[in-house]
C-alpha cells in the first residue's frame, strides 16, 4: 500500500492548499489527483453557473477550505457509496468525488457540474464515477476508509 507522502513525492497526487486565516491550523487534508487538477485549470471556468460574486471556482475553494479546517458539513458531504468508500463533497453547482483514505484525509479523484449528473441516467453517470474513483484508487495502490461520516471523519 502506498503512502500520501510517497505519492505526492512521485507527484502522482498533489496536495491542496487552502487559504486558511490568521492563527488557523489544518484540521483535515485533501490530495487532489492530476486530473481533478486538469479539470479546475481547464474546465471548471468553462462551467455554466456561478455569479460575479461566486465564480466556480470560488465555490470549490470555499468547500475545499471548509474540509480542511474541519468545518462541520453536513450538507455538503454526501456518502456515494459507503460500503466502498466513496464520497462527494457537494456545493450548488459542483460535485467532487473521491474517497477518505485515511481519518481526515481525502483523496478528490474527479468533478462534475451538478447539471451533468442529473436528468436521465444518473444512476449509470455515478457508477461511472464510482469506478472511475475505485480504479484510481487502486492505480495508486490506496485503501479507501469505508463506514459512516462520523466513523471516517
Avoid at 487532489?32 to 470549490?60: I, Y
Avoid at 468525488?97 to 436521465?120: F, M, N, R, Y
Wanted: one cysteine or more; hydrophobic letters at 40%; aromatic letters at 6%.
Amino acid at each position: 500500500m502506498s503512502t500520501l507522502i510517497e505519492l505526492i513525492d512521485d507527484e502522482f497526487l498533489i496536495p491542496y492548499e487552502p487559504e486558511l486565516g490568521p492563527g488557523e491550523l489544518p484540521l483535515r487534508s485533501i490530495c487532489l489527483t492530476p486530473g481533478f487538477v486538469d479539470w479546475v485549470d481547464n474546465a471548471l471556468d468553462q462551467l455554466p453557473g456561478g455569479t460575479k460574486q461566486m465564480t466556480l471556482r470560488d465555490e470549490a475553494e470555499q468547500i475545499l477550505d471548509a474540509f480542511v479546517r474541519g468545518d462541520k458539513l453536513t450538507g455538503n458531504m454526501y456518502k456515494i457509496k459507503p460500503e466502498v468508500g466513496l464520497w462527494k463533497l457537494h456545493t450548488p453547482n459542483l460535485r467532487m468525488c473521491g474517497a477518505i483514505v485515511g481519518v481526515t484525509k481525502l483523496v478528490l479523484v474527479s468533478g462534475h457540474h451538478q447539471s451533468d449528473l442529473h436528468g436521465k441516467n444518473t444512476t449509470k453517470k455515478y457508477a461511472s464515477i464510482h469506478k472511475n474513483v475505485l480504479a484510481c484508487m487502486k492505480k495508486l495502490r490506496l485503501k479507501p476508509l469505508v463506514g459512516e461520516r462520523h466513523e471516517v471523519l
